[in-house]
């Protein structure tokens, strides 16, 4: 994998209440790293699982219940810019391209993992009270997401003569999705307790 360069260095960013992709910082967290990886122009988690309507005989065209089936896999859709010395393959870890003899998914032998942060502004963090947020710089605050566990499925990219940028992307499936203090238990507080009216008498 490539070293630290001045495309993994951390700049200012503009204070807003909206989110800004400028706040979001992408880390490679293979074996413990923190290494920030650089160039990313697209970043997409996207979750999805079956929801199954729950009906009774007699009861008219009426839903019941709806009751959560199991999730699918978490996939992460990932676009950058192709460097020669810090391919897509290897900010996540592998000795590919410039860095060693990977060139395909075939070879991928184990998985890794990725570290989301979103540092608030410090319009946002002033009217932040509590909820599940870490210490960023600047006396900052940060929502971390871990993901683990994870796979490439796709990996595409793409050389073009009218286009002096050369850009790849790949898709990614994630075993599990924690945040900075692991998973939560069963018992953990996650909202909505009997917030629905299908749970009121």
């Known amino acids: 994998m490539a070293g630290q360069s001045f495309l993994q260095r951390k700049g200012p960013s503009p204070h807003t209440h909206s989110v800004l992709s400028q706040k979001h910082k992408i880390y490679n967290a293979t074996y413990g790293a923190s290494e920030i990886i650089g160039v990313i122009s697209s970043f997409a988690p996207s979750q999805s699982r079956n929801v199954e309507a729950v009906r009774g005989i007699g009861f008219g ?13 978490t996939t992460i859709s990932v676009d950058r810019t ?28 184990w ?48 050389y073009t003569v ?25 018992c953990a507080q996650t909202g909505n307790a009997g917030g629905s009216v299908v749970f009121r008498g």
């Open 61 to 73: 065209d009426v839903i019941g219940e709806l009751v959560p089936g199991v999730s699918d896999p």
């Open 82 to 109: 192709a460097l020669y010395t810090s391919f897509l393959m290897e900010t996540f870890g592998y000795f590919a391209m410039s860095s060693g003899l990977v060139r395909s998914l075939a070879t991928h032998r």
């Open 111 to 158: 998985p890794f993992d990725i570290k989301s942060e979103v540092v608030f502004s410090q319009l946002g963090t002033e009217n932040v009270t509590g909820g599940n947020v870490v210490g960023a710089a600047c006396g900052m605050l940060a929502v971390v997401t871990l993901y683990g566990g994870c796979w490439m499925t796709s990996h595409n990219i793409s």
């Open 162 to 186: 009218d286009g002096a940028i050369v850009t790849e992307s790949c898709d990614i499936s994630v075993t599990e999705i924690t945040d900075n203090k692991g998973s939560p238990g069963e």
